[in-house]
């Protein structure tokens, strides 16, 4: 009889012989149950549905970030928005007299007015003693409304409107 060596159960390239263990020659999957011994991987529609639902969930990310820089580029012109109207309203406030006046102004997609008009009433709980030794000075509305379109040249769609009450110098 003759007996294996250990080179005897290895496989060759064609010049060299590579040993392989005797047990890994026993028939692979033997002791698994009949059902999973063919089974060598996903079927193909396996596979497909796999995509599907991933393509599923990866489009409604799509969507919500769609919608999401949407809500930041509102929000970003918002409050380009009030810097303006902010801005506007300090400079009327730097006047030591206005007139009733109105003043316009273009930046981009954003167009401003101002508005100042003498209050012709008092202002509420100043008594007119008060109001004599007040210097002159005489209460004024202003309103600062910024309106802008969400394209250039487009339907001003969109405002943000400041109001405030200031002291002037009356004439």
Do not use: C
Request: no cysteine.
């Amino acid at each position: 009889m003759m007996e294996k060596s250990f080179w005897s159960a290895g496989a060759t390239n064609g010049r060299h012989r590579f040993p392989v263990a005797m047990h890994t020659q026993k028939r692979r999957g033997a002791s698994l149950p009949a059902a999973l011994q063919n089974h060598a991987g996903f079927s193909l529609l396996e596979v497909l549905v796999a995509l599907v639902v991933f393509a599923i969930g990866v489009s409604g990310m799509l969507v919500a970030l769609g919608h999401h820089m949407k809500e930041v580029s509102f929000s970003e012109d918002h409050a380009r928005a009030i810097r303006i109207a902010t801005r506007e309203m300090n400079a009327l406030r730097r006047f030591k007299y206005i007139p009733n006046t109105e003043i316009e102004g273009e930046e981009g997609r954003y167009i401003w007015t101002a508005e100042v008009e003498e209050m012709d009433d008092d202002l509420p709980g100043v008594t007119s003693d008060e109001a004599g030794r007040s210097r002159g000075l005489k209460p004024y509305a202003m309103s600062v409304l910024v309106q802008w379109s969400d394209v250039e040249g487009g339907e001003l769609r969109r405002k943000v409107e400041l109001q405030g009450l200031e002291l002037f110098q009356g004439r």
